[in-house]
T-cell receptor, first 116, second 114 residues
Framework: GAVVSQHPSWVICKSGTSVKIECRSL??????MFWYRQFPKQSLMLMAT?????????EQGVEKDKFLINHASLTLSTLTVTSAHPEDSSFYIC????????????FGEGSRLTVL | AQSVTQLGSHVSVSEGALVLLRCNYS??????LFWYVQYPNQGLQLLLK??????LVKGINGFEAEFKKSETSFHLTKPSAHMSDAAEYFC????????????FGSGTRLSIRP
């Protein structure tokens, strides 16, 4: 199946710093990518839809100035957590839709963010 | 609007026993339905998908699911559980379009007893 890669897998940062997480589709082009947040023992919460070449669409309640999303190419989307605080600690997962297939999403391995 | 409901946040079965994870959906248009598996600290892996073709869908690792429109259900089954099946399972629904969102259920944690 298609491969989506996330980097870094683990990141620890100090409160107040910014962290960038990359999501790449390795063997297909993705005009749309999605960013999810997952709290322990909970489901995935959709944060935003990342559209190549245009602004991301954020879900209600997600601060767009806090979670900056850039989708500069058909294979790369980035999520930047700005001025991170301990409550931003979470598991962040990206996914990309293979428009050549049946519409299923392929997921990255996830990025565990810990803010001290 | 679309939604999925997974009945039972935790299911425990004995090794070799039948696995049944329940999922009901709501959709105003013909849905696409998915089951994903997540192992600890990992992303999601697609088990199987229903895309309006055969109603009985076979997936990886011996899992299968049956789409029942009359019951708005898409339950996941496996005849004989293995220890390696212990994981979190998510049912999801979407419609096919290049940008449509996939909505996830709350997840069911499957435990396997030796």
């Amino acid at each position: 199946g298609a491969v989506v890669s996330q980097h870094p897998s683990w990141v620890i940062c100090k409160s107040g710093t910014s962290v960038k997480i990359e999501c790449r589709s390795l063997d297909f082009q993705a005009t749309t990518m999605f960013w999810y947040r997952q709290f322990p023992k909970q489901s995935l919460m959709l944060m935003a839809t990342s559209n190549e070449g245009s602004k991301a669409t954020y879900e209600q309640g997600v601060e767009k100035d806090k979670f900056l999303i850039n989708h500069a190419s058909l294979t790369l989307s980035t999520l930047t957590v700005t001025s991170a605080h301990p409550e931003d600690s979470s598991f962040y997962i990206c996914s990309a839709r293979n428009t050549q297939g049946a519409g299923e999403l392929f997921f990255g391995e996830g990025s565990r963010l810990t803010v001290l | 609007a679309q939604s999925v409901t997974q009945l039972g946040s935790h299911v425990s079965v004995s090794e070799g026993a039948l696995v049944l994870l329940r999922c009901n959906y709501s959709s105003s248009v013909p849905p696409y339905l998915f089951w994903y598996v997540q192992y600890p600290n990992q992303g999601l892996q697609l088990l199987l998908k229903y895309t309006s073709a055969a109603t009985l869908v076979k997936g990886i690792n011996g899992f299968e699911a049956e789409f029942k429109k009359s019951e708005t259900s898409f339950h996941l089954t496996k005849p004989s559980a293995h220890m390696s099946d212990a994981a979190e399972y998510f049912c999801a629904v979407s419609t096919y379009s290049s940008a449509s969102k996939i909505i996830f259920g709350s997840g069911t944690r499957l435990s396997i007893r030796p």
